[in-house]
């Protein structure tokens, strides 16, 4: 019995030690290690590519607008010469 107390009590103390321990220390952002001068970087970088891309939308934008518009002149030119036209079967 006296054998059986001594071990669950030395088991508490054990499981307290233990539990006291720090945790491993973790970073909190892992950004942290470099420097500023190459986040500067890396911030103008992205921004860049991302003005890249919105021109790029942009000028597909346009260019479809313009082709919108020499197709409607093109459809309004047939119109025009097909209203012109003289009848050739009568």
């Keep these: ?6 071990t669950l009590i ?3 103390f054990a499981t307290a030690a ?10 909190t ?3 942290s290690a470099t420097p500023p001068a190459v986040a500067k970087a890396e ?3 992205d921004k860049q590519d991302a003005k890249a891309g919105t021109k790029h939308v942009k000028k597909a934008k346009h260019q479809k607008k313009a082709e919108a518009k020499t197709d409607a002149k093109d459809a309004q030119k047939d ?5 012109t ?3 050739a079967g009568k």
């Excluded at 019995?1 to 001594?6: D, E, H, P, Q, W």
């Excluded at 119109?79 to 209203?83: L, N």
């Design 85 to 87: 036209a003289p009848a």
């Design 29 to 31: 952002t892992p950004d």
């Design 79 to 83: 119109a025009a010469a097909d209203t």
């Design 18 to 27: 233990f539990a006291q321990t720090p945790a491993p220390a973790q970073p």
């Design 1 to 6: 019995m006296k054998r059986t107390v001594a």
């Design 43 to 45: 911030a103008a970088h």
């Design 10 to 12: 030395a088991g508490l």
